[in-house]
T-cell receptor
Framework: DGGITQSPKYLFRKEGQNVTLSCEQNLNHDAMYWYRQDPGQGLRLIYYSQIVNDFQKGDIAEGYSVSREKKESFPLTVTSAQKNPTAFYLC?????????????FGDGTRLSIL | SQKIEQNSEALNIQEGKTATLTCNYTNYSPAYLQWYRQDPGRGPVFLLLIRENEKEKRKERLKVTFDTTLKQSLFHITASQPADSATYLCALGGGGDSNYQLIWGAGTKLIIKP
């Protein structure tokens, strides 16, 4: 079955450490997204990419970085500059067609500080 | 700034009754409104999309309405079942220069009691 795979499911970060969250999709979608979900808040967009080797900042990109070297993969790095990284991170993808397409999500990575 | 409001308190409904969830928005003119279901520890799953020129959309036991004058969407689940218990998120898109980005509500937790 096609879908989005995020790994790991749980991740712990030490002070001053960069950590990378994996996101892979086999849906042949052009667009991919990273969101952060905090209790009581809506999903907030960190980065998105509409095509390989291109990506744009979302609303809360500071302290994060991404790459899109392959259509299937969109890893997110949480850098030491992100001072409040504890959250549930969700990766999503969608087709790029006329009109808006639904987003398909992975099952998330929960990041905590040690 | 753009704002979406969903009931922050959990909604408790008796099995078999109709559950109605509300999504209100301000300072935005979306072209689309989407509803997603999210189970604990999982990513959101797309349910329904309704466009600005559509008043109502149905899918099995689900019905969504969209009133652009009131800036409100209602999401109904008829003949509710305990398996419908989850958090339901609304998301707006396609307004202005959105670049396929969605604006998300914080979600309403629905509990269906047997």
């Amino acid at each position: 079955d096609g879908g989005i795979t995020q790994s790991p499911k749980y991740l712990f970060r030490k002070e001053g450490q960069n950590v990378t969250l994996s996101c892979e999709q086999n849906l042949n979608h052009d667009a991919m997204y990273w969101y952060r979900q905090d209790p009581g808040q809506g999903l907030r967009l960190i980065y998105y990419s509409q095509i390989v080797n291109d990506f744009q900042k979302g609303d809360i990109a500071e302290g994060y970085s991404v790459s899109r070297e392959k259509k299937e993969s969109f890893p997110l790095t949480v850098t030491s500059a992100q001072k409040n990284p504890t959250a549930f991170y969700l990766c999503a993808s969608s087709m790029m067609r006329q009109g808006f397409q639904p987003q398909h999500f992975g099952d998330g990575t929960r990041l905590s500080i040690l | 700034s753009q704002k979406i409001e969903q009931n922050s308190e959990a909604l408790n409904i008796q099995e078999g009754k109709t559950a109605t969830l509300t999504c209100n928005y301000t300072n935005y003119s979306p072209a689309y409104l989407q509803w997603y279901r999210q189970d604990p520890g999982r990513g959101p799953v797309f349910l329904l999309l309704i466009r600005e020129n559509e008043k109502e959309k149905r899918k099995e036991r689900l019905k969504v309405t969209f009133d652009t004058t009131l800036k409100q969407s209602l999401f109904h689940i008829t003949a509710s079942q305990p398996a419908d218990s989850a958090t339901y998120l609304c998301a707006l898109g396609g307004g202005g220069d959105s670049n396929y980005q969605l604006i998300w509500g914080a979600g309403t937790k629905l509990i269906i009691k047997p």
